[in-house]
């Protein structure tokens, strides 16, 4: 089998299987609608990824910086289940957005990726959500429902 079949053939299996599981029997028809969603699923991400050649490299560097996650998850966690009670009080108070400085705006594959982890690992923890980026004045747009100075970005 070609080296170029091998992940479209994986691809079909991994999708048929879903389906099966998602069915909860396996009859002869079951088995025939596996394959065949199977088969459309498989050839759906193939024509997406031929198209857009996806290469999102993560550096490993960029690993180390997911260590104060957990405990910036849980403080904001606490932030955000503090700030409830005064919410319900005064419905009209709002969080605040804000921007950041943030040089990674160029239009190469390694800030692409860059781009991604950090506004995926930015808006993990409930008291921010990154918003998007200003590519002209290279700030890092993003929204907090409890006003926090100096918010951590990573990498």
Known sequence: MPRKLIRPAIWTILL????LLLAGK??????????ASGLVAMVS?????????PSLRINI??????????GRVVRDCA??????????VHP???GV???TKFDVTRQTQSDAAKRAFVIATSSLAPNMFVIGIDNEGKRLLFHQLVRKPNPSLSP
């Open 61 to 70: 560097r960029w690993l180390a910086q997911l260590r104060p996650l957990p």
């Open 45 to 53: 991400v193939v024509a997406v990824t031929s198209a857009s050649k």
């Open 92 to 94: 009209l108070k709002r």
């Open 16 to 19: 048929g299987a879903t389906y």
């Open 79 to 88: 932030v955000v289940i503090a700030a409830l009670g005064p919410r319900l």
């Open 97 to 99: 957005f804000q921007a």
């Open 26 to 35: 396996i009859e002869i028809w079951e088995l025939v609608a596996a394959i």
